[in-house]
């Protein structure tokens, strides 16, 4: 048992002088200096080798070279067992292990990448704090966290322990997780259109009448190109040459809807942090993408020491909302409506139990358009007929010497404008919109964001003042 612990010593020096040592084992030390000098906070050994020590700490992870101790350490810490005799001496204050809980459902290396997550959630320390509660946000987050690395088969596996201890998830949009794939409509698979006949499995030369009419008499004869059959030869009558697996949802069907994931992690992430971190309070940046800093960081009016309050740990909530309706009217006024929907979505899952804002005071859809951002005009080609303007939609067109009908080549015998595919009409973006689609009440907008910018500076202003006194 005394070899053991000596695996694990480290020694050294304390602020008060060099003769004075603290044999560091698995047990956290408040604070440590190592030779060089730097300080390490609540640091324990986890690891030994034969070339020295892996000691992990508040900062992360340090490791030291048995080669970089002083003599007087080498000769203390490479005694044998029986000649160690070493004293404890306890750190000021030392910091009180807590046993962490056992990760039986092995969701710690999923916990581990995500930005943002206080080490004490990663670790699974949550000691008392690790109630049922605990256990349902935790399972979640490893839900999350594997469909937005798109490991579906780890997120299902956290699901059903969901399911199977029967926790409830609220405010959750299970259907909201994955979407259905737009490329494939969901089914996986896609066909492949012939390109000889554009879909339509006719012969072209014929129409898929399987007859022709003879230049020189006026009989019907069997066409040479089907053999009779009507049926486009490349696909056999089909229109689609071959079914092959969607590569954008990888035959899958459906789509992981990064932004719900996004977004709804980061309240998990909030809540997890206070379960863990009961003595502390962590606002809506902890458990934010980077989009949101990005943000802070433009948002015009903010002062810079305000700026930075915000984005920091020392901002411990008070003005959420406030922070996510300026970034939803900033993003509006930049027409960025990727962005404008992310933060419409942040008010949704992270208050939805209140009406923060009515967002169709600030975006309406284009009444010119109805908000489809296009509008159909006359097709040029055609003059609004939808017909070939050569063939004049027959299909067919008469030649200059002779006056026999041949297969027109312009429209391949469909009789229909290519422009327009015989719709008579073309879209076209709409002017009103520019192709959006939506309309911004910029001057309320603007009013808006100034109001808001203005309170974030007031409510910083007076916590300094409250600070400082």
Known sequence: MKQVLVVVMLVAALHCGAQEIVVLTDTPVAEFMLPNGSVLANAYVWKRSSQGLMIMHDGGSYFLNFKLLPDDWKAVYLAPPEEEGLVVVQSVNPKPKVEP???RYKVMDVLRGIPGLDDSV????????????????ILLLGVLQSLLLDHRKEAKRFHLYIEENEYE????DIDQLLISCATCGGDGRLEKTCRRCDGSGKCLRCKGEGTLESTFQDTLLQCTACRGTGKCLACKGDGNLTSTTCRECKGAGRLVNQLYCEVLRGRIIREVNMIARPDRGFSISSGASAHFDKMLSKLPGLDEPAREYYSSEEYEGGMDTNLV??????SLLKENYGEAKRFKLMLEVLFPESEVLDSTKYLKPCERCSGTGWIDQSCQKCDGSGKCSRCDGEGKRKLEIGGDKVHCTTCRGSGECRDCQGRGTQPLKCKACAGKGRIINRQRSEIKLGILVERLNTFYARRKISVSE
């Open 169 to 172: 998830l609220e405010y959750v």
């Open 325 to 330: 309706v300026a970034g939803l009217m900033y």
């Open 122 to 137: 990663r670790h699974l320390s949550l000691g008392t704090n690790y109630t049922e509660m605990a256990d349902q946000k």
């Open 101 to 103: 809980a056992r990760d």
